[in-house]
């Protein structure tokens, strides 16, 4: 018996001190990234998330952090000691990959996880994660938005990580799960489509998943006290709102508009490409809207405060609808590809105040094209913007993103004529649905449309410091830049 403790032991021993010159050979924890410029430390490399199911356990305060649970399946792309996620603002309690307890640690805003054995290339890999969600402190960053009655979701540009761990960059699409247990007296939406609800005692589970896959920065939950009321799209869409239950026979009148605003883009550039949609009203201020998949979010105050025009909230509407094609089902292969998403979302949302509230889209363009080189110095080019200002990640969203790049199509149109620019929004749409797709990508397809290169007309208009003459106006001028005081 002492002869075999002594083997033991040295077994032992020996198993320990290898243990401990492999850990020596892996490099200290450190955020990685997959080299975007304006986040550099955003996405990680080696792995594709092919699904994420996410629970979170809300017990009715928004002082309290939320329990949450994240199962992430991926396929790694490349051998990996260790996985990073993008993490912060809560505390994990612990972390498995492939069923065996695993190692982590915290690098800047990164959870790096080390596996017990090596994944290898080619190779699925499940990674749960038992964290917490901490919706306080987020107003300004992003992430959850408390509102009057509950949350909401507003991850945009790169917040998605401040609620759960992923790969929160919009070149990792991936197909969602969310599972919301809340007290009985509230109601939970998400993305997709709800699969079930189940009830515990003083609590609800609810049930969402999406159907098409979904950039972590378009995810989308509420809970709150909360009506759904729901109507029939274009085609038999079913389409569902979320709003206060104090407030939605004030809102109906503005949530019956949706199913027109789906039949005037399915004219425009063809069928809706997901499973549902709705509008989701926050009793919050956020000082914006936001396009998160099949369900936009929408400030109370933009439908209630009487301070906008009819015509004006109904193009906000439409602006969003067209993100859902415009950003969520073609979505930017990296950040600087955003003029894609906003470009395109503004256009639809002035050609629709022209077609129904007169509102000219010459004149609005032609004023844009009055501040466009200001706009391009304040904020770079289309295509290639400034990286916003630090701690303002929202100041990405700048006015070159919005009637900056509608410009560009504008000038694309005036290039290529009405037909074949009706062509090109078509295809585009159609032959990216559910991917991600770049500047690059949009270039070439319309260039194949025209039936001619392109690429000197939108190395001009995309990537110059100054706007370009505006083809068929060429009396329209852009006022000089002035140098704008830091701050």
Same mark, same amino acid.
Do not use: C
């Given at each position: ?20 010159? /492999? ?35 809300? *017990? ?52 790096? !996880?080390?596996? !017990?054995?090596?994944?290898? #290339? ?56 969310? *599972? ?5 007296? =509230? ?21 969402? #998943? ?28 079913? !389409?569902?709102?979320? /709003? ?50 099949? =369900? ?21 509407? /439409? ?78 969203? *700048? ?8 410009? !560009? ?16 929004? *078509? ?61």
């Amino acid at each position: 018996m002492l002869h075999t403790s002594r083997r033991r032991l040295r077994a032992v021993l020996l198993a320990a001190a290898s243990a401990a010159l /492999v850990a020596a050979a892996l490099p200290s924890p450190e955020p990685l990234g997959i080299g975007d410029p304006l986040f550099p430390h955003l996405g990680n490399p080696g792995y594709n998330v092919l699904t994420y199911d996410i629970a979170f356990t809300y *017990r009715g305060a928004n002082s309290t952090p939320l329990n949450a649970v994240t199962k992430i399946d991926a396929l790694a792309t490349e051998p990996l000691e260790r996985v990073n996620l993008d993490f912060t603002h809560g505390t994990v309690s612990a972390v498995e990959v492939n069923g065996a307890a695993a190692e982590f640690a915290t690098a800047g805003e990164d959870l790096v !996880v080390e596996p !017990v054995a090596a994944i290898q #290339r080619g190779s699925r890999m499940r990674i749960t994660v038992k964290h917490t969600s901490d919706p306080r402190g987020t107003r300004e960053a992003g992430g959850w938005v408390q509102t009057g009655d509950g949350l909401a979701m507003a991850n945009q540009a790169d917040a998605a990580h401040r609620v759960f761990p992923g790969n929160d960059h919009p070149a990792d699409k991936a197909y969602f799960t969310f *599972r919301i247990t809340a007290p009985n007296k =509230l109601t939970a939406v998400a993305n997709g489509l709800r699969k079930s609800k189940k009830t515990s005692g003083a609590n609800t589970t609810w049930t969402y #998943r999406t159907s098409h896959p979904m950039a972590t920065e378009l995810a989308q939950v509420s809970i709150g006290t909360s009506a759904v009321p729901t109507r029939t799209g274009p085609g038999g869409l079913p !389409v569902r709102d979320v /709003v206060p239950a104090k407030d939605s026979a004030k809102l109906e009148p503005w949530l019956k508009k949706t199913p027109g605003h789906l039949e005037w883009m399915e004219q425009k550039v063809g069928r809706y490409p997901f499973e549902t949609y709705g509008v989701l009203v926050a009793d919050a201020n956020t000082g914006y809207e936001l396009e998160t998949q099949t =369900l936009s979010l929408f400030e109370r105050s933009i439908f209630t405060s009487g301070l906008f025009p009819a015509w004006y909230i109904e193009s906000v509407m /439409v602006h969003e609808l067209a993100h859902q094609w415009f950003g969520n089902s073609v979505t930017p292969r990296g950040w600087s590809d955003l003029w894609l998403n906003e470009g395109h979302a503004t256009w639809y949302e002035a050609t629709y105040s022209e077609e129904k509230a007169g509102q000219p889209m010459e004149r609005r363009m032609r004023e844009a094209y009055k501040r466009s080189d200001q706009w391009r110095a304040d904020g770079g080019p289309p295509a290639a913007p400034k990286p916003p200002a630090a701690g303002q990640k929202i100041s990405l969203f *700048r006015p070159v993103m919005y009637d900056g790049s509608a410009l !560009v199509l504008y000038a694309l149109r005036q290039t290529i004529g009405k037909d074949a620019f009706d062509r090109l929004e *078509r295809a585009w749409v159609r032959e990216h649905r559910d991917g991600t797709a770049t500047t690059a990508d949009f270039t070439q397809l319309a260039s194949t449309i025209a039936g001619r290169d392109l690429s000197a007309f939108f190395r001009q208009w995309l990537y110059a410091p100054r706007t370009p003459q505006m083809p068929g106006h060429p009396q329209w001028r852009s006022t000089a830049p002035t140098a704008r005081k830091a701050g």
